[in-house]
């Protein structure tokens, strides 16, 4: 495994701040498994994260959530944080370091517009990585509008993408 990746530049999800139970296991993942580069941290209790040197794309904290259960699958909150990658060959590179690492997924989907993996933080929280599909490749209906549907996404496929 690379242990010097680091998220493409044109990575975009907006902004996000997680409640997170334990700070260092936070990091591990979004830092050290996904490639986030570490802005600030704010002693040890939050760290701010983002791709392409950005002030911040996810802040982490444990102002209100140190040593906490992991977030439950039946409560309100958040239901997934999306992060897009500019192409399907950053999709399959991801993909095969959470192969390499045993990180578990919890789905993955082809939806006609996109390509996308699903798993959990170590906290709970739904996590999906994703590529869209250029739009003229989008499916549509007679009537013209987005024709989205969830298969399941060929992950030997999404491989050949490394070759």
């Given at each position: 495994?690379?242990?010097?990746?680091?998220?493409?530049?044109?990575?975009?999800?907006?902004?996000?701040?997680?409640?997170?139970?334990?700070?260092?296991?936070?990091?591990?993942?979004?830092?050290?498994?996904?490639?986030?580069?570490?802005?600030?941290?704010?002693?040890?209790?939050?760290?701010?994260?983002?791709?392409?040197?950005?002030?911040?794309?996810?802040?982490?904290?444990?102002?209100?959530?140190?040593?906490?259960p992991p977030a439950s699958k039946d409560g309100v909150g958040l239901y997934h944080t999306a992060i897009l990658y500019p192409t399907r060959k950053d999709l399959a590179i991801i993909y095969d370091r959470?192969?390499?690492?045993?990180?578990?997924?919890?789905?993955?989907?082809?939806?006609?517009?996109?390509?996308?993996?699903?798993?959990?933080?170590?906290?709970?929280?739904?996590?999906?990585?994703?590529?869209?599909?250029?739009?003229?490749?989008?499916?549509?209906?007679?009537?013209?509008?987005?024709?989205?549907?969830?298969?399941?996404?060929?992950?030997?496929?999404?491989?050949?993408?490394?070759?």
């Amino acid at each position: 495994m690379n242990e010097n990746y680091v998220i493409p530049s044109q990575t975009r999800i907006g902004h996000v701040h997680l409640k997170v139970a334990d700070l260092n296991r936070a990091l591990e993942f979004y830092r050290d498994l996904l490639g986030f580069e570490v802005t600030m941290m704010y002693g040890s209790q939050a760290a701010f994260i983002s791709a392409g040197g950005y002030h911040h794309h996810i802040g982490l904290n444990t102002w209100h959530s140190k040593g906490s259960p992991p977030a439950s699958k039946d409560g309100v909150g958040l239901y997934h944080t999306a992060i897009l990658y500019p192409t399907r060959k950053d999709l399959a590179i991801i993909y095969d370091r959470l192969r390499r690492a045993y990180y578990p997924l919890t789905g993955a989907s082809n939806h006609g517009v996109s390509e996308a993996l699903y798993l959990d933080d170590p906290d709970g929280n739904g996590v999906e990585l994703y590529w869209d599909r250029p739009k003229e490749l989008w499916p549509t209906n007679d009537k013209g509008s987005i024709d989205m549907f969830t298969k399941p996404l060929d992950m030997e496929n999404l491989l050949q993408e490394l070759i």
